[in-house]
């Protein structure tokens, strides 16, 4: 596991010429199982795991003021030390007219095999055209975990901490 920069993508890509590589990004603030899972089931999708991890002004701007609840230092520190992840990079700031634009240079760099989303991911058409263009299979994953798990989330945590 190892925190990476964009610089570093195509190396990547070059050193695991032969294998299956699977990308995904997303905010991961507080992380927890449900994540976890989506990890388990995006690695299981290939050989290498590379992960997006929004940066605190990324997630500002799609989660609210409020968020994020913890700093991207952090959360990049916990989704690296996860075992199913093999490399993980900091989003920076997004093109101000495409919020999208991190992925397009992730996608771009790192030639990935697999792209992976969750069903409720947002401007899935945008990223569906940009697979499409770049030549990446995307695997859109629905939303799912064991009942015992209770169907955990971020705002299910907050709310439930909020009302202790």
């Not at 397009?104 to 899935?124: C, G, M, Q, R």
């Amino acid at each position: 596991m190892t925190q990476i920069t964009v610089q570093d993508l195509p190396g990547i890509r070059e050193e695991y010429k032969d294998k299956k590589i699977v990308f995904c990004s997303g905010s991961f603030d507080l992380t927890h199982v449900g994540h976890i899972l989506f990890f388990e089931d995006c690695k299981k999708l290939g050989d290498i795991l590379v992960v997006g991890v929004g940066s605190d002004n990324i997630v500002k701007k799609n989660k609210g003021d409020k968020r994020p609840i913890l700093n991207e230092f952090i959360r990049i520190k916990t989704i690296d030390s996860l075992k199913p992840v093999d490399y993980c990079l900091l989003d920076f700031v997004s093109n101000k007219d495409n919020p999208l634009y991190f992925l397009d240079v992730a996608l771009k760099e790192l030639k990935p095999d697999i792209y992976v989303i969750n069903e409720d991911a947002f401007d899935t058409p945008y990223r569906e055209e940009l697979c499409k263009r770049l030549n990446v299979k995307l695997s859109i994953l629905p939303r799912s975990c064991p009942p015992e798990f209770e169907g955990i989330s971020t705002t299910q945590i907050v709310d439930k901490v909020k009302s202790l």
